[in-house]
Nanobody
Protein backbone atom coordinates (compact mmCIF):
# COMPACT_ATOMS: atom_id res chain seq x y z
CA UNK A 1 0.00 0.00 0.00
CA UNK A 2 1.12 3.54 -0.76
CA UNK A 3 0.21 6.66 1.16
CA UNK A 4 0.77 10.31 0.35
CA UNK A 5 0.41 12.48 3.44
CA UNK A 6 0.26 16.25 3.10
CA UNK A 7 0.86 18.87 5.75
CA UNK A 8 1.23 22.62 6.04
CA UNK A 9 -2.05 24.07 4.79
CA UNK A 10 -3.88 26.81 6.62
CA UNK A 11 -5.13 30.37 6.61
CA UNK A 12 -2.89 33.26 5.60
CA UNK A 13 -3.34 36.88 4.59
CA UNK A 14 -2.70 38.03 1.05
CA UNK A 15 1.01 38.54 0.53
CA UNK A 16 1.89 35.93 3.10
CA UNK A 17 3.63 32.57 2.80
CA UNK A 18 2.90 28.94 3.44
CA UNK A 19 4.91 25.78 3.01
CA UNK A 20 3.26 22.51 1.98
CA UNK A 21 4.96 19.18 2.44
CA UNK A 22 4.08 15.69 1.26
CA UNK A 23 5.65 12.36 2.15
CA UNK A 24 5.14 9.20 0.14
CA UNK A 25 5.39 5.98 2.11
CA UNK A 26 4.75 2.28 1.67
CA UNK A 27 5.93 -0.25 -0.88
CA UNK A 28 7.67 1.93 -3.46
CA UNK A 29 10.40 0.97 -5.91
CA UNK A 30 10.89 4.36 -7.51
CA UNK A 31 9.14 7.68 -7.99
CA UNK A 32 9.27 9.51 -11.29
CA UNK A 33 7.29 12.73 -10.98
CA UNK A 34 5.97 14.36 -7.83
CA UNK A 35 3.93 17.48 -7.64
CA UNK A 36 0.98 19.52 -6.53
CA UNK A 37 -2.44 20.14 -8.01
CA UNK A 38 -5.26 22.23 -6.62
CA UNK A 39 -9.01 22.54 -6.83
CA UNK A 40 -10.64 25.87 -6.10
CA UNK A 41 -14.35 26.07 -5.22
CA UNK A 42 -16.46 25.56 -8.32
CA UNK A 43 -13.47 24.82 -10.53
CA UNK A 44 -11.71 21.79 -11.92
CA UNK A 45 -8.49 20.47 -10.50
CA UNK A 46 -5.48 22.15 -12.08
CA UNK A 47 -1.75 21.67 -12.11
CA UNK A 48 0.28 23.86 -9.77
CA UNK A 49 3.79 22.46 -10.12
CA UNK A 50 5.60 19.21 -10.79
CA UNK A 51 9.17 18.02 -10.43
CA UNK A 52 10.82 14.97 -11.94
CA UNK A 53 13.32 12.67 -10.28
CA UNK A 54 16.03 14.52 -12.18
CA UNK A 55 14.87 17.87 -10.85
CA UNK A 56 13.10 19.27 -13.91
CA UNK A 57 10.23 21.50 -12.88
CA UNK A 58 7.00 22.65 -14.47
CA UNK A 59 4.79 25.43 -13.12
CA UNK A 60 1.40 26.83 -13.92
CA UNK A 61 1.78 30.32 -15.37
CA UNK A 62 -0.29 31.77 -12.54
CA UNK A 63 2.22 30.68 -9.88
CA UNK A 64 5.56 31.25 -11.62
CA UNK A 65 7.86 33.42 -9.57
CA UNK A 66 5.81 32.96 -6.40
CA UNK A 67 5.75 29.23 -5.72
CA UNK A 68 8.75 26.93 -5.65
CA UNK A 69 8.69 23.14 -5.74
CA UNK A 70 11.46 20.92 -4.44
CA UNK A 71 11.92 17.28 -3.51
CA UNK A 72 14.10 14.96 -1.50
CA UNK A 73 14.51 11.74 -3.47
CA UNK A 74 16.04 9.90 -0.54
CA UNK A 75 13.05 10.67 1.69
CA UNK A 76 10.33 10.52 -1.00
CA UNK A 77 9.12 13.96 -0.06
CA UNK A 78 8.02 16.97 -2.08
CA UNK A 79 7.66 20.53 -0.80
CA UNK A 80 5.87 23.57 -2.16
CA UNK A 81 7.06 26.92 -0.86
CA UNK A 82 4.33 29.46 -1.50
CA UNK A 83 5.17 33.16 -1.28
CA UNK A 84 3.24 36.30 -2.18
CA UNK A 85 -0.01 34.40 -1.86
CA UNK A 86 -3.16 35.80 -3.41
CA UNK A 87 -6.85 35.19 -2.64
CA UNK A 88 -7.11 33.34 -5.96
CA UNK A 89 -4.65 30.76 -4.61
CA UNK A 90 -7.35 29.59 -2.21
CA UNK A 91 -7.99 25.91 -2.91
CA UNK A 92 -7.53 22.38 -1.71
CA UNK A 93 -4.00 21.35 -2.64
CA UNK A 94 -3.34 17.73 -3.56
CA UNK A 95 -0.01 15.97 -3.54
CA UNK A 96 0.66 13.82 -6.60
CA UNK A 97 3.14 11.06 -7.26
CA UNK A 98 3.81 8.85 -10.27
CA UNK A 99 5.54 5.80 -8.90
CA UNK A 100 6.35 2.14 -9.40
CA UNK A 101 5.53 -0.51 -6.86
CA UNK A 102 7.33 -3.83 -6.28
CA UNK A 103 6.39 -6.59 -8.67
CA UNK A 104 5.27 -4.22 -11.42
CA UNK A 105 6.95 -2.77 -14.49
CA UNK A 106 4.76 0.30 -14.85
CA UNK A 107 4.21 3.60 -13.08
CA UNK A 108 0.89 4.62 -11.52
CA UNK A 109 -0.57 7.87 -10.25
CA UNK A 110 -1.25 8.32 -6.55
CA UNK A 111 -2.89 11.21 -4.77
CA UNK A 112 -2.98 12.58 -1.26
CA UNK A 113 -6.21 13.49 0.49
CA UNK A 114 -5.66 17.21 0.13
CA UNK A 115 -4.89 20.13 2.39
CA UNK A 116 -6.83 23.39 2.49
CA UNK A 117 -5.09 26.66 1.73
CA UNK A 118 -7.10 29.82 2.33
CA UNK A 119 -5.77 33.27 1.47
CA UNK A 120 -7.73 36.19 2.87
CA UNK A 121 -7.76 39.61 1.23
Amino acid sequence: QVQLVESGGGLVQAGGSLRLSCAASGSIVSIDTMGWYRRAPGKQRELVATITIGGSTNYADSVKGRLTISRDNAKNTVTLQMNSLRPEDTAVYYCYSNLRRPGTSFYQDYWGQGTQVTVSS
